[in-house]
């Protein structure tokens, strides 16, 4: 904490919070690097200045990531051994800067400065890598479908980024009116034109997504080694231990292995294999074996999103599992002749989905399973009206 206080003057005094909102949003990582209250939250742990960055970070401003590119710059100043001398901290920073910013338009990644000394080795090869990761990430990281709607040589700023480092949820609005709930650490990319041409973002992390309708342009994310292609759906995305598990609320959504779907779009081949998840569906992908299991979510709710009346008084089965399949949208399967002279008297409004089934299992002696994001219900039929009180 120490070198801060040698190399940067520290002013307390906060400005006009309004103020201060507006003019953040036009900073840049090298804008941040120089001002006195983000240097103050960095550096000091400053109560004020903490208190004014902890909420202007939370609001998911466009240029968060210039924000983090700087956090991270300065932290790693700070930790640098042995201590600079600010003339020293002031010129290699700004070195820094202009060398992160016009970076060689041909390799994409930042050139290193021709002199500095013995002493600035680990420190400026730290905040080069933090700068590089940065541009790869934001430039050559990219899957080839989005990659193929960039200039050949574009500036960073051509991609927009939305971080959510926060340790809380934080919702973002996407230009075409889609907006994705960012869990804690993750982060979404699109290109400048999102919603005109096309619409494809990436996702690095878990998100929830509420896609806008727009028949004429699929909505397409990018997410580890999968591609989700949806149009007016709502969907969440989850990922740990080397799998992703994609949940579908409603609509509908295609999922493919990203490499077999670059490789059928460069074919241009009208037929394009993948999993198709309705409403209560999702599919988990296990990176190891490349495979998709899809499978029905564990808590299945209402189309409606609202709890829906489920009274049945000496109601035929058929008629009870035609009920629950326009509630929940799940596909039920069934010898329905089997269970024509079966008889339900139940109140199954406000119960889960699987105790609903174990219910009605129960009364006419059948028992069900799981198979392809369905329900399959196997049962020897009813010989006499069964009753549940």
């Known amino acids: 904490m120490g070198i801060c206080l040698k190399i940067f003057p520290i002013y307390l005094k906060m400005k006009n919070a309004r103020q201060a909102m507006q003019s953040y949003q036009a900073y840049k990582a090298g804008d941040f690097l120089t001002d006195d209250s983000f240097i103050a939250w960095v550096c000091h742990r400053d109560a004020e200045a903490t208190g004014f960055w902890t909420n202007w ?17 300065l932290e790693a100043l700070v ?21 992160v910013r016009n970076s060689g338009a041909e390799t994409g990644y930042p050139a290193f400065p021709m002199r500095f000394s013995r002493r600035w080795a680990a420190g400026i090869g730290l905040l080069f890598l933090l700068g590089a990761a940065w541009l790869v990430w934001g430039v050559l990281g990219m899957p080839p479908s989005l990659l193929s709607f960039l200039p050949t040589h574009h500036p960073p700023d051509e991609v927009v980024e939305q971080v959510n480092h926060t340790r809380k949820p934080v919702r973002v609005a996407l230009p075409d009116g889609s907006s ?21 973002v990436i996702l690095t992390g878990d998100a929830d997504f509420e896609i806008a309708s727009d028949t004429g342009s699929p909505f397409l994310l990018y997410t580890g080694d999968i591609v989700a292609r949806a149009t007016g759906s ?44 309705t409403p209560n569906q999702q599919v988990v992908y296990r990176e190891n074996r490349e495979t998709f299991e899809k499978q029905l979510v564990a808590k299945p709710v209402p189309l409606t999103g609202e709890a829906t009346s489920l009274e049945f008084t000496d109601a035929p089965l058929p008629a009870v599992l035609a009920k629950l399949r326009q509630t929940f949208g799940i596909d039920i399967v069934c010898d329905e002749k089997l269970l024509e002279k079966c008889r339900l008297t139940a109140s199954l409004t406000g ?33 006499e009206p069964g009753r549940v009180q």
Do not use: W
């Not at 930790?79 to 060398?99: D, G």
């Not at 299992?361 to 059948?366: L, N």
């Not at 392809?372 to 039929?381: P, Q, S, W």
């Open 234 to 277: 709502g969907f969440s995305v989850k990922t740990a231990h080397a799998q992703t598990v994609l949940s579908v609320r409603n609509g509908l959504v295609t999922v493919y292995t990203r490499k077999e779907f670059e490789r059928r779009r460069n074919d241009d081949t009208s037929v394009m294999p993948g999993v198709v998840l």
């Open 79 to 99: 930790n640098q051994e042995p201590p600079v001398r600010s003339e020293t901290l002031t010129q290699e920073t700004a070195q820094i800067m202009r060398r």
């Open 180 to 200: 994705v709930l960012l869990q804690a650490h993750s982060r979404v990319q699109h290109r400048v034109g999102f919603g005109r041409e096309y619409r494809a």
């Open 57 to 73: 970070m939370e609001q998911a401003h466009s240029n968060r990531s210039e924000a983090l590119l700087a956090k991270d710059i």
């Open 351 to 383: 119960i889960a989905f699987f105790e609903q089934l174990r219910i009605i299992c129960d009364d006419i002696g059948a028992y069900y399973e799981i198979t392809d994001g369905k329900v399959i219900l196997t049962t020897a039929g009813c010989r």
